[in-house]
Structure formats: structure tokens, C-alpha cells
């Protein structure tokens, strides 16, 4: 029942953050793009330029772009449109890519298998796990690199590695969090299997077999 519940939750989540990133696209992003537009318009004025109003505008005009640098940003957080447009492949690619910049990381995505022929019903499964699995690193691992490796084997399942050389945790003591308890569920849903090796000092790692 507990399990019923987690995946019901799981997708309830995932639905929400849909309406919310196309929120952010129709409310924010629209209407940050017609105030950027009507303050060109203004710095264009002769009166502007006249009168030391288009320093003013130009930063107008630099804070809108800011906003909706942020705002794309939150938008391919909550919702990966380029998973959808591109593949696992190419989202997995820009994901890391941001976390690397912004953080002290060094992400190895290692992939001898083409993971965007990958069945489509996995691709966002996998997406959201990577994606949490890295903020754990940056939250809580206090790692510098992480490695990130998808194989198969000779019984058809696919093999996801995602490991960091962090602090660790001792199991015994692990915080509940919502993050772990997801994954498996994910995981689970897609007949699967989850481990969590960890210890003190040891770093983390997270196995998981999906079938395909
Ligand atoms: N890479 C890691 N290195 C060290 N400890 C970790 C790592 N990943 C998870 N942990 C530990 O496991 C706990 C549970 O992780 P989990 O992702 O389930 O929850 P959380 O990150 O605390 O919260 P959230 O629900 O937002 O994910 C964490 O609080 C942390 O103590
Ligand atoms: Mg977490």
C-alpha cells in the first residue's frame, strides 16, 4: 500500500512540475519578453536618449535577460524539454554540464551503449534519477568527482552506476529523504534493482538493473 502511495505521489509530482514549467514559460517568460520589448521601444526615443533615460533602460533590458536566463533555467529543472527534443542523451549532456559549471565537480559520463534507443517510457525515469543523484553529491557528499556509467549486460538489463568519492554515510544513520526513497520506488516500478553501497569515508554508490 505504502508503495501504491510512493507511486502515485511519484507521478502526481511529476505532472505538477509540468503545469509549473509551462506556467513559468506562458506567465513569466511571456511577460518578462514584452517588458524587455516595450523598454527597447523607449530607449529608441529621442527623449531618452536625451534626457539619460536609456542608461536606465539598458538595464532594464539586462535584468529582463538575467530573469529569464533564470527562469529557462528553473523551466529545464522542472521540466527537461530538450529530454523530449533531443533524447536522454543530449538532456543527460546539458545536465551536467550545468551542475559542472556551478560546482567544484568533475563528472565522468561514461556510455558505451547508445542510451537514446533506450524504450521512451525510461528516458524521464532515468533522467530524474541522475539528476537527483547529483544534487545528493552536491548537498551532501562534499565530493570532487562523480562518475555517471550506463552499460548492459548479456542478460538484456540495463546497468546504471552512479558513484561519487564523497564523504559517505553510515546506512544505519541515513537521513529519510524523499530523494533515495523515489529512486527505488522508480526503480521498482520498472522491475529493477537498487543498491546504496556507502560507508564512512568511502564515498557513494548507486547500483541499479533495469530490465529492458
Ligand atoms: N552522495 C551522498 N553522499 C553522502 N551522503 C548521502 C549521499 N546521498 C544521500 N546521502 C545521505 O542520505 C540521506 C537521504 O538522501 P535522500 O536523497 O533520500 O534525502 P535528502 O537528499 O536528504 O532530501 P530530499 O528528499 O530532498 O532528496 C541524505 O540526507 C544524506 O544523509
Ligand atoms: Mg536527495
Same mark, same amino acid.
Do not use: W, Y
Given at each position: 500500500e505504502n508503495r501504491a502511495l510512493t507511486q502515485h505521489t511519484l507521478a502526481i509530482q511529476e505532472d505538477?512540475?509540468? $503545469?509549473?514549467? /509551462?506556467?513559468?514559460?506562458d506567465e513569466l517568460g511571456q511577460s518578462l519578453t514584452a517588458?524587455? %520589448?516595450?523598454? %527597447?521601444?523607449?530607449?529608441?526615443?529621442?527623449i531618452a536618449k536625451q534626457t539619460g533615460i536609456a542608461q536606465s533602460t539598458q538595464q532594464i533590458v539586462a535584468i529582463c535577460e538575467h530573469l529569464m536566463s533564470v527562469v529557462g533555467s528553473m523551466m529545464q529543472q522542472l521540466h527537461p524539454l530538450v529530454l523530449t527534443e533531443l533524447g536522454l542523451k543530449a538532456a543527460?549532456?546539458?545536465?551536467?554540464?550545468h551542475w559542472q559549471q556551478r560546482h567544484n565537480l568533475a563528472i565522468a559520463f561514461i556510455s558505451p551503449i547508445d542510451i537514446d534507443s533506450l524504450?521512451? +517510457?525510461?528516458?524521464?525515469?532515468?533522467? $530524474?534519477?541522475? /539528476?537527483?543523484?547529483?544534487?545528493?553529491?552536491?548537498? +551532501?557528499?562534499?565530493?570532487?568527482?562523480? %562518475?555517471?556509467?550506463?552499460?548492459?549486460?548479456?542478460?538484456? /538489463?540495463?546497468?546504471?552506476v552512479l558513484k561519487d568519492n564523497g564523504q559517505g554515510c553510515d546506512t544505519l544513520q541515513m537521513q529519510k529523504g524523499f530523494g533515495l526513497l523515489?529512486? $527505488?520506488? $522508480?526503480?521498482?516500478?520498472?522491475?529493477?534493482?537498487? +543498491?546504496?553501497?556507502?560507508?564512512?569515508?568511502?564515498?557513494?554508490?548507486?547500483?541499479?538493473h533495469i530490465p529492458l
Open positions: 505538477e512540475r509540468r $503545469r509549473l514549467a /509551462q506556467e513559468l514559460h517588458i524587455k %520589448v516595450m523598454t %527597447v521601444t523607449i530607449e529608441k526615443r529621442d543527460l549532456d546539458e545536465l551536467i554540464a524504450p521512451a +517510457h525510461l528516458s524521464i525515469h532515468i533522467f $530524474r534519477m541522475v /539528476q537527483e543523484a547529483l544534487t545528493n553529491v552536491v548537498r +551532501h557528499a562534499k565530493a570532487s568527482e562523480m %562518475v555517471i556509467e550506463f552499460s548492459c549486460d548479456a542478460t538484456h /538489463q540495463l546497468h546504471l523515489s529512486m $527505488r520506488e $522508480r526503480v521498482r516500478s520498472l522491475q529493477g534493482d537498487f +543498491h546504496i553501497h556507502t560507508a564512512p569515508a568511502q564515498g557513494l554508490s548507486l547500483s541499479i
